[in-house]
């Protein structure tokens, strides 16, 4: 008889545990191989289950002579062959799996499959022997993640930005009455802006910038839409400023001057465009000079990830914590005639907790000053969280 290969002994114990109700999820190597990082022990599965029914899987795989049962204060684990694969139970006590924040789902030749998500191994120092070949597939995502979502960002987004803005002789008249404005609520942050250095990653359509340009500042915009470029630029032209836009994602930059900026700013639905916000991080401290300071004005994920609203209805369908890519509709989307909608590519996108945010931040070296958290102002949402910002230096 063939041996089964790694997918068919995944699915035959997912397929086993759902039917016995038992919670799981694949963890470590195999929860790694089955996300797709390049790992190797493919002859191995190591299962986490509910620690309360550790006595009943041990007496459903009976047949397939499994060791003792090794237990410590902590945790107990049995182990067993099936058809040369080592299989691996394991429980942790007074732990309940179901809870566990990075458990998601994964597709495995069309079973759905509960695994520990990889984001718990590559800030966990314990699995330093993961790190690398995680990061390694994290970069090979987010160039695939990129492509994907330029595309998306380059199809028909200027007229869409008419639709928001009006032409750009209007937008800029309504940038020049009051360009303050334009910056609420993190205006208050950027200081005077007289001949400061600022760079707006991920800058979109100009508006912003052309608010900065107005008010004094020296302003590049890195995008990587030619359409948001194009409005941007008649924009800043109508307004009598002056924009460098730099056509780029962030993280492909073309070469800059390390300490080149006072300001760097990112804002509105931006780091949902990053599997992996480390190598951002290290980017923005680069691009910050001695004194300088970075600004993220960004939505809280209490509104994007956790709560779903309906007029004046509010109801909790997200899971804050949860570390998945989202496919979702570009966000212009809501701008563009319906007849319109349906032929317009997707967007991939993983949301971020603030706890992760700060915590990559403060890792890369930059010094947190501020933590603005930022409530809705319609009165159906009063109390609820809208937006947050930071504002970090260099340490």
């Known amino acids: 008889m063939n041996q089964k290969s790694f997918r068919e002994v995944v699915q035959k114990y997912t397929n086993e545990l759902e039917r016995s109700t038992i919670p799981y999820q694949f963890i470590e190597e195999t929860a790694l191989i089955l996300q797709g990082v390049s790992i190797e022990h493919e002859n191995q599965l190591i299962i986490l289950i509910q620690w309360d029914l550790l006595e009943s899987v041990y007496e459903k795989y009976e047949a397939y002579?499994?060791?003792e049962i090794k237990k410590d204060q902590f945790a107990a684990s049995f182990t067993f062959y099936d058809d040369n694969y080592h299989i691996q139970f394991r429980c942790v006590f007074n732990t309940t799996v179901k809870t566990d924040p990075y458990r998601i789902?994964?597709?495995?030749?069309?079973?759905?499959?509960?695994c520990k998500s990889l984001y718990a191994y590559i800030y966990d120092d314990r699995y330093y022997f993961s790190k690398t070949r995680i990061e390694e597939f994290l970069l090979e995502k987010q160039h695939d993640m990129t492509s994907s979502n330029e595309q998306a960002w380059n199809q028909n987004n200027f007229q869409a930005l008419i639709q928001r803005f009006g032409e750009p002789e209007h937008a800029a008249d309504k940038i020049k009455q009051n360009p303050d404005w334009r910056l609420h609520p993190y205006r208050k942050y950027l200081g005077d802006l007289s001949s400061k250095r600022v760079i707006h990653l991920l800058g979109s359509n100009g508006v912003k910038g052309v608010a900065m340009a107005l008010l004094g500042a020296d302003v590049t915009i890195v995008d990587f839409s030619k359409e948001n470029q194009k409005y941007a630029k008649e924009v800043a032209k109508a307004a009598d400023s002056r924009l460098n836009?730099?056509?780029?994602?962030?993280?492909?930059?073309?070469?800059?001057?390390?300490?080149?900026?006072?300001?760097?700013?990112?804002e509105l639905g931006v780091l949902h465009y990053?599997?992996?916000?480390?190598?951002?991080?290290?980017?923005?401290?680069?691009?910050l000079n001695e004194n300088g300071?970075?600004?993220l004005h960004e939505f809280h994920p209490i509104s994007t990830k956790l709560i779903t609203s309906s007029g004046k209805k509010h109801k909790v369908t997200g899971n804050y914590f949860d570390p998945s890519i989202k496919t979702l509709d570009v966000a212009f989307t809501k701008h563009m005639p319906e007849?319109?909608?349906?032929?317009?590519?997707?967007?991939?996108?993983?949301?971020?907790?603030?706890?992760?945010?700060v915590t990559i931040l403060a890792d890369a070296g930059l010094f947190i000053e501020v933590?603005?958290?930022e409530p809705n102002h319609k009165v159906h949402d009063m109390g609820l969280p809208k937006t947050y910002t930071m504002v970090l230096s260099r340490r």
Do not use: C, H
């Open 274 to 287: 990053f599997v992996d916000l480390k190598s951002l991080a290290v980017l923005i401290r680069d691009l």
């Open 371 to 373: 933590l603005e958290e």
């Open 105 to 114: 789902k994964v597709d495995v030749g069309g079973t759905e499959v509960w």
């Open 65 to 67: 002579s499994p060791s």
């Open 293 to 295: 300071k970075f600004i």
């Open 339 to 357: 007849e319109n909608k349906q032929d317009l590519a997707k967007v991939y996108q993983r949301q971020w907790t603030i706890g992760e945010v």
């Open 245 to 266: 836009y730099i056509l780029s994602d962030a993280l492909s930059l073309p070469m800059y001057n390390v300490g080149e900026f006072d300001i760097v700013l990112m």
